[in-house]
Structures are given as C-alpha cells and as structure tokens.
C-alpha cells in the first residue's frame, strides 16, 4: 500500500522559513517524479515545485527564488524549503508521486500570518 506521509506545516511570520517533508512507502521511489502543490482557502488547487527522477526541478512564478524542492532517494523523502514566507503562501501543501499513477499524501497546513 502506498503511503505518503507529509510533515513540518505550521504557523510562521511573514518573511519566516519552513521546510516540509514527504515520506513514502510501498513504492519505488527513486522512479518517480514528485511535486508539490498547494491550496488556499476558495483557490483551485496549484503546482509549487517539482523535481523529476533526473533531478530538473520547476517552479512556479510565485515562489522563485524563495523556495527550493529536493529529494532523497535513499530515504524516500521529498523536502521543500520555503524561504522568506509571505501570507499569500498560506494553504496546504500536498506532495505527490507520479509514474504510471499518482498518488497524493493527506496534506499539512501552512499559515503565513503578516
């Protein structure tokens, strides 16, 4: 059963740092592709980050510059670095894997206040 587990949400000043984890299981996860997303209150759900099994990362417009995906493949685990938090960064963040199918975790809350 795959399992992807996300973790180090919370409640951060503007202009503050956070760096999230996604733990997976019941997969191979070095041939997957993985990115996160996030979603705000009343928003449709958006593309952060993401990295590809080769390692080319993307970027969404917003969080250039501000914001770094990273993986590693021995532990399973996707990290996004989120660097100089603003309040429109405020939403969860949900990680995901993506091969033949795509998998999501539950999701961790992340609340910018300013």
């Known amino acids: 059963q795959v399992q992807l587990v996300e973790s180090g949400g919370g409640m951060v000043q503007a202009g503050g740092s956070l760096r999230l984890s996604c733990a997976a299981s019941g997969l191979v996860f070095s041939i997957h592709n993985v990115a996160w997303y996030r979603q705000a209150p009343g928003k449709q759900r958006e593309l952060v980050a993401g990295i590809a099994v080769g390692g080319s990362r993307n970027y969404a417009d917003s969080v250039k510059g501000r914001f770094t995906i990273s993986r590693d493949n021995a532990k399973n685990t996707v990290y996004l670095q989120m660097n100089s938090l603003k309040p429109e960064d405020t939403g969860v963040y949900y990680c995901?894997?993506?091969?033949?199918?795509?998998?999501w975790g539950q999701g961790t809350q992340v609340t910018v206040s300013s």
């Open positions: 995901t894997l993506r091969r033949w199918n795509t998998y």
